[in-house]
Structure formats: C-alpha cells, structure tokens
C-alpha cells in the first residue's frame, strides 16, 4: 500500500521474472536424495523463522494460556448455589421441611418469605435466579390428600439456560423432599422419581468437557491465524516469490511450511493437554496416541486453511480476518463445542458439517472422558483428513497461478 | 477552536469510512457474528435423540414411553433391547440419553411400591445432558402424578407449576441479541479507535498531525468521538434488527439504553485509543485488540453468568466495562428496567470510563513528544 512496500516488492518481483522460466523447467534432474536434503533445508530455515519471531510464539503458546485459563476458570454452565427466594405463604410444619430442603440443597443459596413482592425486585435486578411459592392451599391439599398439592416456581427467562437449570434442580429438590416424607411416614408411596446416572462425568462439571474443547480453539488458532499471519507476510514482503525463483518445487514450498506449524501445532496441544490434566483435573482416560492421531488429523485441514488464505489474500490484514471469521468463530460456535448442534435450524446444521472442528470436538472430548473409542475416532479421522486434502489441493492450485 | 475541531473529526471519519480495510471491519465481522450468533448460538435443547429400554411388560411402561415420545424435546426416541446396545448408543453420542424401565414398573405402581427409572446421559456434553435430564425427570415425575391420582393412591409429588418471567418460552435468541448488541458497540468501537493512531503512525502521517495547528486535547477528542459515533451507528442498527427482524420485546427506555451506551463506549474508546498508541502497526494493533477482546467478552457474562465462576475470579469482572452494559441491553429489552437501577450499572461504567480516558490520553500524549 505504501510507498515504501512497494520499493522493497518491486526488485523481488524483477528477479522472480528473470528466473520464472529456468525455475519452472528443472523440476526433474534432481535427484530424490537431493530433493529431500532441499526439502529438510527448507523445513529448518521455516523452523528458525517461527523460533525467531515474537508474534509466532505468541500466539502458538501465550495465547493458548490465555484461553485455556479463561475457558477453564471464566466460562462455566453450571449454576451452583443460584440465589433464590422462598415464599411461604402459610407457614406450616411441611412446608418449612420444604424450604429447609432447598436450603440444604448444595444447588440452591435459598432466603425464606412470606411475600413474594419481596423478591420481585431482585428477580429485576438479577440479584436472585428465582422464586419458589409455597401457596396457602399447599398445606390443605397435602392433609387432605386427595389431590396433588401444587408449587410455583417463577424464574429469570432473561437466561434461559439457567433458568433451565434452576426448574430441574428444584424439581429435584422436590423429589428428594417427598422421598424423605414418605420414608418418615413409614409408608412406601407410589412415587417414581427418575433416578439418573451420568456417565463419563458424574459430577456434571462444564469444565470436564469445555477445556478440552477449547483445546480444539487452540489449534484452530495455531494451525489457521498463526499460519495464514506469517505466509501472508511473507506473500506480502515478497520473499515467497523469491523462494520460487529457487528450484525448490510447489509441492516442497508447501511441504516446507506445513511440517513446521504442524509440529508447532501439536506443541501447543501438548501443552493445552498437560495444562488441562494437572491444573484443571479434567481426567484423560484414552490413549497419548489416540490423542495424537485425532490431532494429526485436525491440523492438516487447519494448515490447508491457513495456507489458502495466505495464498489467496497475500495481505496479513485480510488474512488475519479472514481466519478469525472462518476458523475462529466456526471453532467456536459451529462445532459443537458449547452449543448443541441438533438444536440449531437446519440450514445452520448442514453448514456445521463442513466445520473440521465439528468432527474435532467429539473426538477430543471421549479421548479426555470417555477413552479410545476407535469406531468413532477412525470416522472423525477419515472426514478430517478429507478436508485436509482438499484445502491443501486448493492452497497449492493458488500457490500455482501465482507462478504461472 | 470548535471549526478546527470539526474538521478533524470529518476527516476522521472519512479515512474510516473511505480506507478498505476499515470498511471490511465495520461491515464484516458484526455481519457475520450477528447471522452465526442468532442462528447458532443457542443452548437450547431440542430434537434430542434417546434410546429406551422397556422391561415392563404392563400397560405402565407402554404408556410413559409414549409420553416421551409425545414431547416435541425429542426427535427420535429408539427402542433398544439389549443393555449393551443402550450402552453403545451413549458411547458413540447416537443418543445423548437412554431410559431404562424396570421389569416391575408396571405392578409396583399398582402396589403403590416405589417404581424407579433409571435414566443414564452422556456426561461429555453435561449441560446439555442435564437440562434433557430435566425434561425427562418432569415426564416421569407428571406421569406418576397422574396415575396415582388415577388409583386413589396418596399422592406425594407436588405438582411443580413453572413461571418464567421476562421470557416466557425461554427463547434464547431474546439473550443472545441484547446482549449481541453490547458486543457488537464494543468491538466497533474498540477496533476503529485502536486502527486510528496505529494507522496514522503506519503511513508515517503522525508527524502530519503533530505539527498541525492542533492543541492536543483537540487531537485527542478528534480521535476519539468518531469511534463513539460509529459505534452508536451500529448499535442503532442492531437495536433496529432486534426489534423488527428478530421480534426481541423492548420493555424499558430506549433513551436509558442510549444514555449508558454513550458512557460504555467511552470507556472502549480510552482502551483502543491505549492499545492504539502502544503500537506501530495496524497488525499489531488488530492482535492487541483480539488480546483485549477475549477475556472481555468471556468474563463479562455474555455466553455464561458471572455468578458460576469461582470466587477468586468474580472480582476481576468488576472492572470489565462490558458486564455493567450487558446487564443494562438485557434489562431494557426485557426486564424493563428503572431508571434507578440502570444508574447503579451506569455509575461504575462511568468510573471505568473516566480510568481508561486518562490513561488513554496520557499515553497518547506521551507518544505526541
């Protein structure tokens, strides 16, 4: 854009115009030995190139802290000890049995009324997540057993996922409340309750099944911005062009950058997956070579994404855009990582489809929680290999026009 | 003073609007954010697939599976027959809950015994597993209701009547889009300050603007009220799209929801107008953003409360100006909040406001020596 960019672009562009012809022609006489010894030369300067600059390890290993911190700590669904009000409007023996029960509950920080016009205003104000009413009837309905004494249980809807969650929890209370009645009353009620189990992760912690998930963001990260950034610049400065002045093939080119940043990226999931197991308990109960297959798997459609992108924009500005808006937020929103796919519209769901993190984030999450799974592990491999295949075949047809 | 002031702020406003690359920040990423964070962004449970298992051979059984299956919740519900395929069913996320129904169910509630149903869920996706829990849970829990008030048993569940106030479907797009807004005033206004000071010193027309007749607290204002205004622009937008295109209620003042949107985006402004001077290149300002932007939004209450973080972390939120604003975006639309409680979110704003101003306008200064 500027003048000085231009000054420095323009004598790479004239050398790149001498050589274009005698570089494109000796493809062949080289030898396989001294092909590999060009490419391993190429994959150490890229590796020096990534040691060497400051924005490179930012990203791959400060950043994914950062996130992984903020993911493990800032971001939890579950709503422990919710504020809530209890209104009893006729106090009575039972019903201060019920309020005491939500008051032990380890769910549920309960304050006790006889108003609810007390806690409407803080219902308003966010103070608490929801009332529960005891109405006057509840006692009678209860002594005359005839019918089904009611409760109403009035929550915040400005958040519906909490709101959600308080209703079963009071529900739950409530079971457990009438269990304990009945037993008291020495007699066996009728009395169904779902008793419900939940496996891989008993204790329903958000965190188990988040961390990992973000660990999926991380790579995302690495493998798309971090690469898109640094090959972007380098379209940009010209240095590219002047690699390809050099018999060093496409193929190689590419090669060249994809071992690097492949290696980096599993670095910075080694790191994510030790962060994740000893500072935030999440357990692992698969394989490390599960682990670093479903990872192998992921990076080369992240790299084949980056890769594209700088190709394509060969500007850091909109490279950078360009991979936050369709590998960042997609990792994010479109995966399955906080969001429930099934609960998207349709459309939203065939898009979830061709989101490589999509086929991720499972994977990682039994890996962590579950254990090796292979069936569902070699499914997710194969789509995420295909993917990969695809944005690399796309990523050197756009590296080839540029020679052409 | 007040002309030479307004022509900088045109100018201002002209290289935002005129440069490409700022165009392509002030049209693309909130398009896409609101289209992918309305459509998709939901923790809303539905077209739940589950698998049953029914062991019962009485009318009972037969009869709660058809409750299930008449729930619009879910989408599919299997029969399975084998305890292993249940198991695999979970294992390989075919189903996110099984229900398993006893051999006894149906006598043991003609007995007037305690008949159980074991329900098991898939604890990899715990949230959602807990609120399809939830649904489950109140199935069988109306269903015993029903059949011992039908056998004149003693009946001991309460009957739970639910009442969700200020949304009552729970729509979870009416707490995506409010608070959608926040995030959208707050990334517009973040990286159009943040693009300004850095672009400028990236063309090397900082100099320029050094030597011009300018006082610098005029350079300064003119640097920071276009920001404010675009960023208002889109809130306007957005408050527009909420209302018309995604029927989100407005139940409070639009004029309290300007007033704090004002002193909100102030308080962004003085964070990009800090990140701005600190650096030399726009891609380093872009970066700066993107580092300022993720805790912000993640510790500000936007995709989950505050109130389930750990202790520890909770303060750290306080100085976080897009918490203040979320609650006020969410409490206008739908809460229909008081004047009174709006102040008591808009007071620490303004406090934050006037921290990030000062600390903006003396680095700036410090850069312009």
């Not at chain 1, 080694?270 to 962060?275: E, K």
Request: glycine share 8%; aromatic share 8%; hydrophobic share 50%.
């Amino acid at each position: 854009m500027t003048s000085p960019a231009r000054a420095t672009r323009a004598p790479a562009r004239a050398t790149t115009g001498v050589l274009t012809g005698p570089a494109s022609a000796p493809e062949r006489p080289f030898s396989p030995l001294v092909r590999g010894r060009r490419l391993a030369a190429l994959i150490v300067k890229e590796a020096r190139q990534i040691v060497r600059d400051p924005s490179s390890i930012l990203i791959a290993f400060v950043l994914p802290l950062i996130l992984l911190f903020l993911f493990g700590y800032g971001v939890s669904l579950d709503a422990t000890r919710t504020r809530i009000g209890i209104v009893l409007e006729s106090p009575s023996p039972s019903s201060r049995e019920l309020a005491a029960a939500f008051q032990a509950s380890p769910y549920f920080d309960a304050r006790v009324g006889t108003d609810r016009r007390a806690f409407e205003e803080p219902l308003v104000q966010g103070a608490i997540g929801g009332i529960v009413v005891v109405p006057v009837t509840f006692d009678r309905d209860l002594r005359i057993r005839s019918k089904a004494p009611e409760l109403q249980v009035i929550v915040d809807g400005s958040d519906p996922n909490t709101a959600a969650l308080v209703q079963g929890y009071v529900q739950g209370v409530i079971a457990i409340w009438a269990g304990l009645r009945s037993v008291e009353a020495g007699r066996e009620g009728g009395e169904a309750g779902g008793q419900e189990r939940f496996w891989f992760n008993p204790a329903r912690t958000s965190r188990f099944f988040l961390v990992p998930g973000s660990v999926a963001i991380v790579m995302a990260l690495v493998g798309t911005l971090l690469t898109a950034l640094v090959v972007a610049r380098e379209w940009e400065r010209g240095t590219i062009e002047a690699l390809m002045a050099t018999p060093v093939t496409r193929v190689e080119l590419l090669a060249g950058k994809i071992v690097p940043y492949y290696l980096l990226g599993l670095a910075s999931m080694a790191l994510c997956t030790i962060v994740s197991v000893y500072l935030f308990d999440v357990p692992f109960r698969g394989s490390a070579f599960a682990l670093f297959a479903i990872s192998s798997a992921f990076l080369l459609p992240a790299l084949g994404q980056g890769l594209l992108i700088s190709a394509g924009t060969k500007n850091q500005f909109l490279a950078s855009q360009l991979a936050l808006l369709s590998s960042f937020l997609p990792t994010f929103v479109l995966s399955g990582f906080i969001f429930e796919i099934g609960s998207m519209p349709p459309v939203i769901q065939a898009i979830c489809q061709i989101v490589p993190a999509r086929w991720l984030i499972p994977s990682l999450q039994t890996v962590f929680l579950a254990g090796d799974l292979w069936p569902m592990f070699l499914k997710n491999i194969g789509v995420m290999v295909l993917y990969g295949l695809v944005f690399l075949a796309l990523a050197l047809r756009t590296t080839g026009k540029r020679l052409a | 003073m007040q002309a030479r002031l307004v022509a900088l702020m045109v100018k201002e406003l002209l290289v935002v609007l005129r440069d490409p690359r700022s165009r392509i920040i002030l049209i693309g990423p909130p398009l896409v954010q609101l289209l992918v964070f309305v459509f998709a962004a939901t923790l809303e449970v539905k077209n739940v697939d589950v698998v049953v298992l029914n062991r019962d051979e009485g009318a009972a059984g037969l009869e709660l599976v058809r409750r299930i299956e008449g729930s619009p919740t879910f989408r599919t519900v299997k029969p399975v027959h084998d305890p292993a395929d249940l198991r695999s069913a979970i294992d390989r996320e075919r189903a996110i809950a099984a229900i398993e129904i006893g051999p006894d169910f149906s006598r043991d509630l003609i007995a007037g015994r305690p008949a159980s149903v074991q329900i098991s869920l898939d604890g990899r996706r715990s949230n959602a597993a807990q609120i399809v829990d939830g649904y489950l849970g109140e199935i069988v829990a109306g269903f015993v209701v029903d059949e011992n008030e039908r056998a004149h048993h003693l009946p001991t569940i309460p009957r739970v009547v639910a009442r969700n106030w200020f949304n009552p479907n729970l729509t979870f797009r009416w707490f995506t889009v409010p608070g959608l807004i926040a995030i959208i005033a707050q990334l517009i206004g973040l990286i159009v300050t943040a693009l300004s000071v850095a672009r400028e010193r990236e063309l090397g027309t900082f100099d320029q603007l050094i030597v011009a007749p300018l006082r610098t607290h005029e350079i300064l204002l003119g640097k920071m009220l276009p920001p404010l205004i675009i960023g208002l622009a889109h809130m306007t937008l957005y408050v527009i799209a909420a209302v018309v295109v995604f029927r989100v209620p407005i139940r409070g003042s639009l004029l309290l929801l300007y007033a704090s949107g004002v002193i909100f985006l102030a308080a962004v402004v003085g964070v990009g107008l800090f990140i701005s001077s600190l650096c030399a290149t726009q891609q380093q300002a872009i970066l700066g953003a993107f580092l300022f932007l993720a805790p912000a939004t993640l510790l500000s209450g936007f995709a989950t409360p505050i109130d389930n973080m750990p202790p520890w972390l909770r303060p750290v939120t306080l100085v976080n100006p897009l918490r203040y604003f979320l609650v006020i975006t969410r409490g206008v639309f739908l809460k229909g909040m008081s004047a009174a409680d709006v102040a008591g979110q808009t007071l620490p704003l303004a406090l934050i406001a006037v921290c990030t101003l000062t600390a903006a306008a003396w680095l700036f200064r410090g850069r312009m020596e």
